[in-house]
């Protein structure tokens, strides 16, 4: 039988070739329409990215002037200088130090933030007793409370008990914006954890304590993370309370050593030196959180979908 004969023998049979077989169209959407949308959504991300970033571009430019050029609307600092920041650091501000006070202002108000959010957040999500709404619900209302009205009543009573120009006139009151803000978050995270993990771990011989140091809370490490760095950044950049309470020079904070910054006459603002502190307070948060964005994420999105 020859090659042509298989071939008539296929045609008779009803089988087609591979290469006869017809091509199926599939409808497509034009390409016009999905491009503009593309273009649309992408202009848009641009457009919300410049206004966000259009300020911190500003005082970053502005602060690698010269104070004879401060005022200058270009671009680019020309020519390029770091005498504000040289300034900054000259000792006569004090500026390192009010960084270190920072640091231990927000840290001190994170670690405790956390410890005491952790532990109410447990007893929220995982504990049945009445009123639990309600208790959760006076929480996050405290934090709405604005800053400044809880100054005067704040400053009688530590100028009573002699906690002003101390670093816990501004720990405490930091406290209780920070603790609202890490129960909420940290309540809504334990809430999609499943209990069955904790009760197979009560099972295997370990306790209550154990079951939730063990099990529950490297499980909750995402929101216990997104949290520390919500609270890190509302203490480093706190101001209001930290300029009512203290006027110590050593106990100040970056954003109050920014705020006193003089010129060299009276009624000269040292825009340059200001613009340059402001940077630099800026930048280490902004290094963080492009650092530690994906957990950031996670955190905040855990518990959206089970």
Same mark, same amino acid.
């Given at each position: 039988?020859?090659?042509?004969?298989?071939?008539?023998?296929?045609?008779?049979?009803?089988?087609?070739?591979?290469?006869?077989?017809?091509?199926?169209?599939?409808?497509?959407?034009?390409?016009?329409?999905?491009?503009?949308?593309?273009?649309?959504?992408?202009?848009?991300?641009?457009? #919300?990215? /410049?206004?966000?970033?259009? $300020?911190?571009?500003?005082?970053? +430019?502005?602060? *690698? &002037?010269?104070?004879? =050029? !401060?005022?200058?609307?270009?671009?680019?600092?020309?020519?390029?200088?770091?005498?504000?920041?040289?300034?900054?650091?000259?000792?006569?501000?004090?500026?390192?130090?009010?960084?270190?006070?920072?640091?231990?202002?927000?840290?001190?108000?994170?670690?405790?933030?956390?410890?005491?959010?952790?532990?109410?957040?447990?007893?929220?999500?995982?504990?049945?007793?009445?009123?639990?709404?309600?208790?959760?619900?006076? #929480?996050? /209302?405290?934090?709405?409370? $604005?800053?400044?009205?809880?100054? +005067?009543?704040? *400053? &009688?009573?530590?100028? =009573? !008990?002699?906690?002003?120009?101390?670093?816990?006139?501004?720990?405490?009151?930091?406290?209780?914006?920070?603790?609202?803000?890490?129960?909420?978050?940290?309540?809504?995270?334990?809430?999609?954890?499943?209990?069955?993990?904790?009760?197979?771990?009560?099972?295997?011989?370990?306790?209550?304590?154990?079951?939730?140091?063990?099990?529950?809370?490297?499980?909750?490490?995402?929101?216990?993370?997104?949290?520390?760095?919500?609270?890190?950044?509302?203490?480093?950049?706190?101001?209001?309370?930290?300029?009512?309470?203290?006027?110590?020079?050593?106990?100040?904070?970056?954003?109050?050593?920014?705020?006193?910054?003089?010129?060299?006459?009276?009624?000269?603002?040292?825009?340059?030196?200001?613009?340059?502190?402001?940077?630099?307070?800026?930048?280490?948060?902004?290094?963080?959180?492009?650092?530690?964005?994906?957990?950031?994420?996670?955190?905040?999105?855990?518990?959206?979908?089970?």
């Amino acid at each position: 039988m020859t090659i042509s004969d298989l071939r008539n023998a296929a045609t008779d049979s009803g089988a087609v070739a591979p290469d006869a077989r017809t091509a199926v169209v599939r409808p497509q959407k034009p390409k016009a329409q999905r491009t503009w949308r593309s273009y649309s959504v992408y202009a848009g991300l641009a457009l #919300i990215f /410049a206004y966000c970033l259009a $300020p911190f571009y500003w005082m970053l +430019v502005s602060s *690698l &002037r010269r104070t004879a =050029d !401060i005022f200058d609307n270009t671009l680019l600092p020309a020519p390029f200088s770091l005498e504000n920041y040289t300034k900054v650091f000259d000792g006569s501000t004090m500026f390192g130090q009010a960084l270190l006070n920072s640091l231990i202002v927000a840290g001190t108000t994170t670690t405790f933030a956390l410890v005491l959010g952790v532990s109410a957040a447990y007893a929220i999500s995982r504990l049945d007793f009445r009123f639990k709404s309600v208790i959760l619900g006076v #929480i996050i /209302a405290t934090s709405m409370f $604005p800053g400044i009205s809880v100054v +005067v009543p704040l *400053l &009688r009573l530590f100028t =009573d !008990i002699g906690w002003i120009n101390t670093y816990q006139a501004m720990i405490v009151p930091n406290l209780s914006f920070a603790i609202p803000l890490a129960v909420w978050n940290l309540t809504t995270f334990m809430k999609a954890l499943p209990f069955d993990l904790e009760e197979a771990a009560m099972i295997d011989g370990c306790t209550k304590w154990q079951a939730f140091r063990k099990v529950l809370l490297p499980l909750a490490a995402p929101g216990v993370f997104t949290t520390a760095i919500l609270t890190f950044i509302h203490s480093w950049n706190e101001f209001i309370i930290a300029l009512s309470m203290v006027n110590d020079p050593k106990i100040q904070t970056a954003t109050v050593a920014i705020s006193k910054f003089t010129g060299a006459t009276e009624f000269q603002a040292p825009f340059g030196e200001q613009m340059a502190a402001g940077v630099i307070v800026t930048v280490p948060l902004v290094i963080m959180v492009l650092i530690f964005q994906r957990r950031i994420v996670e955190g905040l999105t855990a518990g959206a979908s089970k």
